[in-house]
């Protein structure tokens, strides 16, 4: 595919949009912190492993906290339901 029919699937499609922009703003944020983007050999191929272990790890406690706000939003919501019905 040519750069014109990879920007046009990626104009069309939101998800890709804003996945750009938060690339984007990583970017920047990495710049102004450490000056540069991403350097390979500022880190050892342990180092790098070890990084996105820490990351990852970052990425699990998020997914449960998503899924704890998410359990309480079903809680409300059915208690919610209940109190609509009740009232009926």
Same mark, same amino acid.
């Given at each position: 595919?040519?750069?014109?029919?990879?920007?046009?699937?990626?104009? !069309?499609?939101?998800?890709?949009?804003?996945?750009?922009?938060?690339?984007?703003?990583?970017?920047? !944020?990495?710049?102004? !912190?450490?000056?540069?983007?991403?350097?390979?050999?500022?880190?050892?191929?342990?180092?790098?492993?070890?990084?996105?272990?820490?990351?990852?790890?970052?990425?699990?406690?998020?997914?449960?906290?998503?899924?704890? !706000?998410?359990?309480?939003?079903?809680?409300?919501?059915?208690?919610? #339901?209940?109190?609509?019905? #009740?009232?009926?």
């Amino acid at each position: 595919m040519d750069a014109q029919h990879w920007l046009d699937e990626l104009n !069309k499609n939101q998800i890709l949009r804003n996945v750009q922009k938060l690339l984007e703003t990583q970017t920047e !944020k990495g710049i102004q !912190k450490y000056g540069t983007t991403v350097v390979p050999s500022h880190y050892t191929f342990i180092e790098w492993l070890e990084h996105l272990q820490q990351e990852m790890m970052d990425a699990i406690v998020y997914c449960e906290v998503l899924k704890f !706000k998410y359990a309480q939003l079903m809680t409300l919501e059915k208690l919610n #339901s209940a109190m609509r019905e #009740s009232e009926r």
